[in-house]
């Protein structure tokens, strides 16, 4: 189940390395991953492997089957999650800042509360389909996420009161990456309200019947994104880029703040 260590591609390396060059000092894990792949081993669906509360950060656990796992509260900050099966774990309040997450499925998974900041989802500059994070049904209610995470499968996740958005100090340590990136991901069905998207890139996404009632898109570009049936009643708009945005059916429409001061609103498609 342990696979060999790959051979990472040098601009792997130095996106890993720009990553990382900013952290703050972490404490070594309290386990090795031959320690983490036993418990995996001996778990069963009736009493699955549990990591809650440990220190499993800066380990290569890519490749490893958590399906199930109890991990709240756990620490991966910039562990290698590469591939990794998280579908359906708890990982509540656990952090997973500057992870490696290029193609982990985190579908079903309870991400409530957790950390996700600056995270590698892609193997290169290039965002690919096939290597994108899928969070398909997770639960990341007040969540915080900031990075790019395009062209994911996030359908019917729960992102309520989630906040997309590390602040400006963030923003500092990784200068080409000003901003949360959702281009293209599939968010139909999901639930957003309240969630803080201020600034974030949703271009290409599709909406389509999800709830963004009371969230903020201050600033958000959502250019050429499917919003068909969506609700955004209470949602705040004010110089959100709806350049090609399709609107049609959507609920709450004159019920959000600052739709008069987005960009672009003559070219919507209602």
Same mark, same amino acid.
């Given at each position: 189940? /342990? *696979? ?6 040098? $601009? $792997? ?8 060059? *900013?952290? +703050? ?14 418990? $995996? &081993? ?12 440990? @220190?499993? !950060? ?10 199930? %796992? ?19 774990? @708890? ?5 997973? =800042? ?16 957790? *950390?996700?900041?600056?995270?590698? #989802? ?20 007040? %969540? ?5 995470? #395009?062209?994911? @499968? ?25 901003? +949360? =990136?959702?281009?293209?991901?599939? /968010?139909?069905?999901?639930? $957003?309200?309240?969630?803080? /998207?201020?600034?974030? !890139?949703?271009?290409?996404? @599709? ?13 958000? =570009? ?12 209470? %949602?705040?708009?004010? +110089? ?9 059916? &959507? ?9 008069? #001061? ?6 919507? &498609?209602?």
């Amino acid at each position: 189940m /342990l *696979s060999s260590m790959r051979c990472r591609s040098s $601009l $792997l390396g130095c996106i890993l390395a720009a990553a990382l060059c *900013s952290a +703050t000092p972490a404490t070594a894990a309290d386990m090795t991953v031959k320690a983490v792949v036993e418990r $995996l &081993v001996k778990s069963t669906r009736e009493q699955p492997a549990d990591f809650s509360g440990r @220190d499993l !950060s800066f380990l290569d656990l890519s490749d490893l089957d958590f399906k199930g %796992a109890r991990m709240a509260g756990a620490d991966l900050y910039g562990s290698d999650l590469s591939h990794a099966n998280l579908a359906g774990a @708890d990982l509540a309040g656990a952090r997973l =800042d500057r992870t490696v997450i290029i193609g982990t499925d985190f579908s079903g998974a309870n991400l409530s509360g957790a *950390s996700l900041l600056r995270p590698a #989802a892609f193997s290169s500059l290039e965002t690919r389909r096939d290597e994108a994070p899928r969070f398909a049904g997770a639960n990341l209610s007040g %969540a915080r996420l900031f990075g790019r995470f #395009a062209k994911g @499968d996030w359908r019917g996740a729960n992102l309520a009161a989630a906040q997309f958005d590390a602040g400006r100090g963030a923003q500092m340590t990784l200068p080409m990456l000003p901003r +949360t =990136d959702l281009a293209g991901c599939d /968010l139909t069905g999901a639930n $957003l309200a309240g969630a803080d /998207l201020a600034g974030a !890139s949703l271009t290409f996404a @599709d909406l389509t019947g999800a709830n963004l009632s009371d969230a903020n898109l201050a600033g958000a =570009d959502l250019s050429r994104a499917n919003m068909t049936g969506a609700d955004v009643t209470g %949602a705040n708009l004010a +110089t959100a880029d709806l350049d090609g945005t399709v609107l049609k059916a &959507v609920r709450g429409l004159t019920q959000t703040r600052g739709i008069d #001061a987005a960009r672009n609103r003559a070219a919507a &498609v209602e």
